[in-house]
């Protein structure tokens, strides 16, 4: 079986602004969290690194990445963040990766508006989602969703929090998209499977088949 990993997060600096008293750098964010994942991954769980190092997206850009096998043959592949925010359609190739991932960490450091946009949007996939953060992260919509919390001060991360979360995907990952978030609570289902069912019974009410809606309720 093949799983993915990407990560989403504030890149680069934030100059100071008024009443802050220094500039804020979270370019060692993403970075740190992929090498903490890779190297728990190996430690804990008994996966080793391929030759593979990097993977094609569905719509065809190439990002670097490590993929990680175990001896039941199972693989992960853990995309680099950092690659996608270069020259380019960045929100595409973004979204792109999000897309092709089963599994996101989210650093919410910041609480940035385009982490929270690119958040809904695997939210709205139903995508399983791991979030990370400084204490002053957490944004009201998402109050009551698990959060963990890290210092990225040290020059190595380290978090039980996080092993346990990646345990717990690890032992239950599943490929149905049925990952416990605000929209999906709402909905009771991923919006494409929403959307798909909505066009179901407007394709039967426009065909003369009204037990469509049936199917909705």
Partial sequence: MEWRIFFIGPMGKEKAGKGAAKAVDYSAH???????VVA?????????????????LTEGARVSSVTLRNKKKDTITILTPFALYGAGDIPSSVFDAIDDSDLIIADLSGNKPAVIYE??????????TILVG???????YLSQTKFINIDFGRKTLVSDDLKNRLDSWVNNRNKLFESENPLQKF?????PDISG????IITGLSAGQPHGIANWT
């Avoid at 993403?30 to 903490?36: D, G």
């Avoid at 400084?134 to 009201?140: K, L, Y």
């Fill in 187 to 191: 909905y009771g289902a991923p919006l």
């Fill in 40 to 56: 728990y991954l190996k430690q804990a769980h008994g996966y080793v690194e391929t030759k593979t190092k990097s993977h094609r």
């Fill in 134 to 140: 400084g204490p002053d992260a957490m944004s009201f």
């Fill in 119 to 128: 958040l809904a949007f695997t939210h709205a996939l139903g995508i399983e």
């Fill in 197 to 200: 069912l909505y066009r179901s």
């Fill in 30 to 36: 993403l970075p740190k969290l992929y090498e903490f």
